[in-house]
């Protein structure tokens, strides 16, 4: 999956990691966390740590990291049984053919992710309420986008849960009886 540049586009941001474990964005001239990493990473910017004082490539590392934070932290999507196939990888003659295996599904995941995602809107919005849908689909990308920092807010991130969860919950429930109402409709046509 090609990754998108950094701001200006003239190649990835360098990040570096000095030897107290801090983390400082050359591009703007901050310190930041691995959550604002993580952040730059589901928004598909591109990025490189590096070693402060050998200039060494520490991405990899940092990355599985950020990965393991997730996985302790209640967001495990890892299974124990495959984490298991993975470290019998190690030192096995297919070594070399995981890595772009691994990629190679992940993109074909978020490949068929995607177009999961557009049938199942395409099927709301073309039904008896399809304009209401149409509407609601429209109000969720716009809340989404204001309740997601902009790159700009990204240096502020501190890892604390958004205040707007609340309001999400609300959206999720919205939703939920919508779709209720939708199905029962539908049931009812059925009949």
Request: proline content about 3%.
């Amino acid at each position: 999956m090609a990754r998108a540049a950094s701001r200006n586009g003239d190649g990835p941001i360098i990040i570096k990691k000095y030897a107290n474990r801090r983390l400082y964005n050359t591009h703007t001239s901050k310190y930041i966390t691995l959550d604002f990493l993580a952040e730059l990473t589901r928004k598909d910017i591109d990025f490189k740590v590096v070693d402060a004082k050998s200039n060494e490539d520490i991405t990899h590392g940092v990355l599985t990291q950020i990965i393991m934070d997730e996985e302790n932290n209640g967001q495990q999507m890892l299974p124990v049984g495959f984490l298991k196939q993975l470290i019998t990888m190690y030192g096995d003659s297919m070594q070399g053919m995981v890595p772009q295996f691994l990629e190679s599904s992940m993109d074909n995941f978020r490949k068929n992710q995607r177009q999961v995602q557009d049938v199942i809107e395409t099927a709301i919005t073309s039904g008896p309420f399809g304009h209401l849908a149409k509407q609601n689909i429209e109000f969720l990308r716009t809340a989404r986008e204001a309740l997601m920092p902009n790159l700009g807010n990204l240096g502020n991130l501190t890892g604390k849960k958004s205040e707007h969860e609340d309001s999400i919950a609300d959206l999720k429930q919205q939703i939920a009886a919508l779709q209720a109402k939708i199905d029962q409709i539908a049931t009812d046509k059925a009949l």
